[in-house]
């Protein structure tokens, strides 16, 4: 409770995600038991904050200690920390050795590195996975009969067995 107090008193001030990430988190730790994805509501209720915000913030604890630093110290900002902690622990190491390199992060950059590792991910892949097999029209055809057959209810039966004699003709050809 006492987090969403200093929460709350701290909203009078303007916005700091990271003070608030801190006072989300005692929240956090003093309920304990009820389970995160109801608290997450209980913390919107209690401090006015929209549930997407909060998720917002608690997604940030998954930083890798360099970034979170950064973050809580001001020099990235949350929305730079927020996509950051939607990447993968190797593409948070790599940003935080380019912070470290040079000292600032942006937005883009974060970007970048997610468009990097996915098009890594892709390349990663077996390339026929991602082509259209050549299948011959009679099978295409022959699966759209058999689901005609299913789907047709049984008081259609002159249909039906229009169906099955084309169904019949395909399998022939």
């Not at 107090?5 to 988190?25: M, N, V, W």
């Not at 389970?35 to 604890?61: D, F, N």
Request: overall charge neutral; glycine content about 6%.
């Amino acid at each position: 409770m006492r987090g969403g107090l200093a929460l709350a008193l701290h909203a009078t001030r303007g916005p700091s995600p990271a003070s608030e990430l801190h006072a989300i988190e005692a929240i956090l730790g003093a309920d304990g038991a009820d389970g995160e994805a109801a608290t997450i509501k209980q913390i919107a209720a209690q401090t006015g904050i929209s549930v997407q915000t909060v998720r917002r913030r608690l997604k940030l604890r998954s930083l890798k200690p360099a970034l979170r630093d950064a973050f809580e110290q001001a020099t990235i900002r949350a929305s730079v920390a927020e996509a950051a902690a939607r990447l993968a622990e190797r593409e948070q190491e790599k940003l935080a050795q380019r912070l470290a390199q040079r000292g600032r992060l942006t937005l883009s950059e974060v970007r970048d590195f997610a468009r990097e590792g996915s098009d890594e991910a892709k390349a990663e892949l077996p390339g026929e996975l991602f082509s259209d097999p050549e299948v011959p029209w009679q099978a295409i055809v022959r699966g759209h009969i058999i689901a005609a057959l299913q789907a047709l209810p049984k008081t259609e039966e002159q249909l039906a067995a229009g169906l099955k004699v084309a169904l019949a003709q395909l399998e022939r050809a």
